[in-house]
């Protein structure tokens, strides 16, 4: 009969009713498969969209290119010429905008609060940067042609900041002197409107004005620090960036944003790469578990085992059957963690939403009986951390498909040594015994 190994085999799976222990076991390992898969799934989607958003809100914000001065000069990275070189990068293909900024750090301080900030100067009432420019929410159309700044939402709510206030900037400005040092620069400036960049380090503590407002504020004349770069193409920052390169000369460097932000991509693609080892351990426990699992069912089918060799079974035979009984434990328990891990990521923020509800209502229930005091809403992604507006997913089909072959194949694999210790049984003295 073909394919009798198959049949054999998911007959061997259901136990004896007297040896229910045996079925559970098989069951469990479906499960921890199930497990493993579905975790994978559902974690690596979120970090994969928690990771994109932040590199898109970066991007979004930040240059995908930055042009600045080679010289060794004291203010050497200051670059007088900052208008032919921008637009003599605007005509390089592939470049969406180029436009010259100032930035430097420096002191916020209203009222009585003091923070540091970080100062952002770009762009004029004849070009404004669209880039910047679409993250003002209040009063955009001011922007270059009034005497002021613009200051994150979240930075306006922590100090209670209104639209029309006066804030002051300090920073350093003018050469270093080994008599006073470096002189700071005062600057006082009304508050023309709130932008929302949904990072949250920029909400807080970046300040946006006018290239001529900066030059101002930091003493330094008509220059630049440098030329921010727009690109249509974000995966072909490297590439665009030696082409930049070639047009302005050495006299000039490139950067993109993964070298300038190198250490926040490095860490976001190694804890990455933890969490993922981390719950592949999940998977590899399930092939334990399967090992195991297997080798109870040989130990139950002892007799069963002999009467197959005796009747002409052949050891290969023998192999198959235990091998494809870890093959369908693990095609089972994989098929199941990818069908509801793929719908638990789509369908995460309705979830979580779900969740915190049903947990604030128990909550408040509890409160209110027991005459606890005031109740504060809980929330499972606290927004002052991570400054999301929903919960990111973002499912990479490629690395489900690995997922899923790789629990198959674990699973596969963990049932060839018992199988092999069956296959090498002797059908004369396992039937003596039995």
């Not at 944003?257 to 999940?282: D, G, S």
Request: charged share 20%; no cysteine; glycine share 8%.
């Amino acid at each position: 009969m073909k394919f009798f190994e198959f049949f054999i085999g998911l007959r061997y799976l259901r136990s004896k009713k007297e040896q229910g222990f045996i079925s559970f076991n098989t069951m469990l390992s479906v499960l921890i498969v199930f497990l493993g898969v579905f975790i994978l799934i559902v974690v690596l989607s979120v970090m994969n969209g928690f990771q994109g958003q932040i590199k898109d809100k970066i991007l979004d914000v930040d240059s995908h290119i930055t042009v600045s001065n080679l010289s060794s000069e004291i203010d050497g990275r200051a670059i007088r010429d900052y208008r032919p070189l921008a637009e003599g990068i605007k005509k390089v293909k592939g470049v969406k905008s180029a436009y010259p900024y100032i930035q430097g750090q420096g002191l916020f301080r209203f009222r009585r609060n003091v923070g540091p900030v970080i100062i952002r100067g770009m762009g004029s009432k004849n070009e404004i940067p669209a880039d910047t420019v679409k993250f003002i929410k209040v009063n955009r159309e001011s922007f270059g042609k009034e005497h002021g700044v613009y200051i994150g939402e979240e930075m306006a709510h922590n100090y209670n900041i209104k639209k029309g206030q006066t804030v002051e900037i300090i920073v350093p400005k003018g050469r270093l002197s080994y008599v006073t040092g470096v002189t700071p620069g005062i600057g006082r400036y009304k508050v023309l409107g709130f932008f929302k960049t949904g990072y949250y380090d920029f909400d807080t503590k970046l300040i946006l004005m006018s290239l001529k407002d900066s030059q101002k504020l930091f003493s330094l004349g008509d220059v630049a620090y440098g030329v921010g770069v727009k690109i249509d193409d974000i995966y072909r920052m490297t590439e665009m960036a030696s082409k930049i390169q070639t047009v302005i000369g050495f006299e000039y460097s490139t950067m993109t944003a993964e070298q300038k932000n190198h250490n926040l991509f490095y860490a976001l693609k190694l804890e990455k790469l933890i969490m993922t080892i981390i719950l592949f351990l999940v998977i590899i426990s399930a092939g334990f578990t399967i090992m195991g699992t297997i080798v109870m069912v040989i130990m139950e089918k002892k007799k069963s085992i002999g009467v197959l060799k005796s009747m002409g079974a052949r050891p290969k035979s023998i192999m198959i059957i235990f091998i494809l009984e870890g093959f369908l434990i693990g095609v089972t328990g994989t098929f199941l963690g990818v069908i509801l891990g793929l719908a638990t990521a789509l369908n995460l923020e309705a979830i979580i939403i779900w969740i915190e509800d049903a947990i604030n209502s128990v909550m408040l229930f509890v409160y209110q009986t027991f005459d606890l005091g005031v109740f504060y809403r809980i929330n499972i992604v606290p927004t002052n951390v991570y400054y999301i507006d929903s919960i990111p997913t973002d499912i990479d089909p490629e690395f489900v498909v690995f997922i899923a072959s790789v629990a198959i194949f674990l699973s596969t694999f963990a049932a060839i040594f018992p199988a092999w210790q069956a296959s090498r049984q002797k059908p004369v003295e396992t039937i003596r015994y039995e």
